[in-house]
């Protein structure tokens, strides 16, 4: 029986670039890296030469449940990966969604540092987040994040 979520992970193409965007631009902090060259690594993800550096996120200032953290960044060194269109109408495309208090604000300060969105703020205006704020953007991969403002009742206002 699944009884929560343990983290998110996305592999990447330079852990250090990607770290930076998390850490610098949305409030990740790192809880843990570890370079995982070993036959327990190996045996879990099914590569035999598997040799990956992984490192632990977590978003500043908050609970990251039993884990100790939300997310996980991997860049493989073996097997070499190849760029996938992650695309987020692609079958198997994932995004990740965070939430803000203010979104206008986070948008102006994600994009004075060069981040690119797939549209500004956008009023949601059906469901049950109706009344409140979504847009999409990409990290250095390409990789499809998401800042929701929800309804102001969702956040206690």
């Known amino acids: 029986m699944i009884i929560g979520h343990w983290h998110t992970a996305f ?19 790192v809880v843990h890296s570890q370079r995982q060259n070993n036959e327990y690594t ?26 100790g953290h939300v997310l996980e960044l991997n860049q493989y060194y073996a097997p070499k990966g190849e760029k996938l269109d992650v695309k987020t109408c692609n079958v198997g ?11 206008f604000e986070t948008y102006e300060f994600l994009i ?20 409140g704020y979504t847009c999409y953007f990409l990290d250095p991969d390409g990789i499809t994040l998401e800042i929701v403002q929800p309804p102001n009742k969702e956040l206690g206002k």
Not at 11 to 29: A, G, P, Q
Request: glycine fraction near 8%; charge should be negative; charged fraction near 25%.
């Open 11 to 29: 592999t990447v193409s330079d852990i250090n670039r990607t770290v930076k965007f998390y850490t610098e631009l949305l409030n990740f902090e």
């Open 112 to 131: 004075s540092n060069g981040v690119e969105f797939k549209s500004p703020p956008v009023s949601i205006q059906a469901g049950r987040n109706q009344g």
């Open 93 to 103: 495309a994932a995004h990740l969604a965070l939430l803000v208090d203010d979104i």
């Open 42 to 67: 190996r045996k879990f993800v099914g590569y035999e030469d598997a040799d990956l550096e992984a490192v632990m996120l977590k978003i500043s200032g908050h609970d990251a449940g039993r884990s």
